[in-house]
């Protein structure tokens, strides 16, 4: 995809790579804590129904699994950073708070989207087929930069994307963007308000729904 896509769009390849790579890794981490956040208590029902289990250790296990498949898809991106030319940077290290960040936001979509997906099952195809039609309007493809006018509220106001750009601008060897930051920062607060009064309204009810 990313020797035709820089062809087509008459981009370097060693740079057009890299950024394809590093967006690609972290859109696949944070739509698989949505994806499998859907599933987190529906797949445990048998656990959840025999025995008095915490409920946030099962989102904890699926952090966790995902940030290990993370690291082995790192071992692909390594080789195409080395392959770009880019000399490292110190700002590989903003990547390290952003993905704390990222955690923690994954947190409070498995406790969101597992409690409304284990009420009203259906929710799982909505959310898989919003984030198959997100993955084409959020910049992991192309870049912002290429976007002109009123069109580039795509990028601006799109949450997604400031999820990613806080780690992938590190992984590229920038310095992530303070915009994006607050963006994120800012979401995280308000949702996990959210999810602390859903899951403290809803908590009793989960196993009966399943």
């Known amino acids: 995809m990313g020797v035709v896509w820089s ?111 284990a009420r009203y099952r259906d929710l799982q195809q909505v959310v898989a087929s919003l984030l198959q039609i997100s993955m084409f309007v959020t910049p992991i493809f192309w870049a912002p930069s290429q976007l002109n006018g009123r069109v580039a509220i795509l990028a601006d106001a799109n949450l997604l994307y400031h999820y990613i750009a806080i780690v992938r601008d590190a992984m590229l060897g920038k310095t992530p963007s303070l915009w994006s930051w607050t963006f994120v920062l800012i979401a995280t607060v308000l949702v996990w308000i959210l999810a602390l009064f859903l899951f403290g309204r809803f908590r009793r009810r989960i196993a009966y729904w399943l």
């Not at 445990?44 to 946030?56: A, H, S, V, W």
């Not at 991106?77 to 923690?104: D, E, Q, R, T, W």
């Open 7 to 117: 062809n087509l769009w008459k981009l370097d390849p060693k740079e057009y790579l890299v950024f394809l790579t590093s967006g690609m890794i972290v859109w696949v981490l944070l739509t698989s804590f949505m994806t499998e956040g859907c599933m987190v208590f529906i797949s445990y029902e048998g656990l959840i129904k025999q025995l008095p289990i915490t409920y946030t250790m099962l989102i904890y296990t699926l952090i966790w699994r995902n940030i290990i498949v993370f690291g082995h898809n790192l071992l692909i991106y390594v080789p195409i950073y080395i392959y770009s030319g880019k000399p490292f940077s110190l700002n590989f290290l903003f990547a390290l708070p952003a993905l704390v960040v990222l955690c923690m936001n994954g947190v409070w979509i498995g406790l969101v989207l597992g409690i409304l997906c």
